[in-house]
């Protein structure tokens, strides 16, 4: 599986950004399910949402709940990740993975990444 993220930039604070996640690879796209991490300086690349296997299931870590979107175009094998009224404390590098989505968003429960793309919040 091959994940490439687009979408990144800079955005000011209370703005939205939507972030997009395309899958490749002979690996049929509902066989697995795609995670979102961020990794800001300093820190340890956290969870941040995944949607499952086929779309089933849907999962947000507490900071991000009810301010972030996941959602998933089989069609299009991809998966986008919608951000809205960020906050400069969501500046960080944006990863999509792929492997087994679930409530604990876990690194290694991924087994594949993408090269990560920038997001960055001005106040």
């Known amino acids: 599986v091959q994940l490439v993220e687009s979408g990144g930039g800079l955005v000011q604070a209370g703005g939205s950004l939507t972030l997009s996640c395309a899958a490749s690879g002979s690996t049929p796209f509902g066989n697995y399910g795609i995670g979102w991490f961020r990794q800001a300086p300093g820190r340890e690349r956290e969870g941040v949402s995944c949607?499952?296997?086929?779309?089933?299931?849907?999962y947000y870590a507490d900071s991000v709940e009810g301010r972030f979107t996941i959602v998933s175009d089989s069609a299009k094998r991809k998966v986008y990740l919608q951000m809205h009224n960020l906050e400069p404390e969501d500046t960080a590098v944006y990863y999509c993975?792929?492997?087994?989505?679930?409530?604990?968003?876990?690194?290694?429960?991924?087994?594949?990444w993408g090269q990560g793309i920038q997001v960055t919040v001005s106040s």
């Open positions: 949607i499952g296997a086929a779309g089933s299931g849907t």
């Open positions: 993975a792929a492997g087994a989505c679930g409530e604990i968003l876990k690194t290694f429960m991924y087994d594949y």
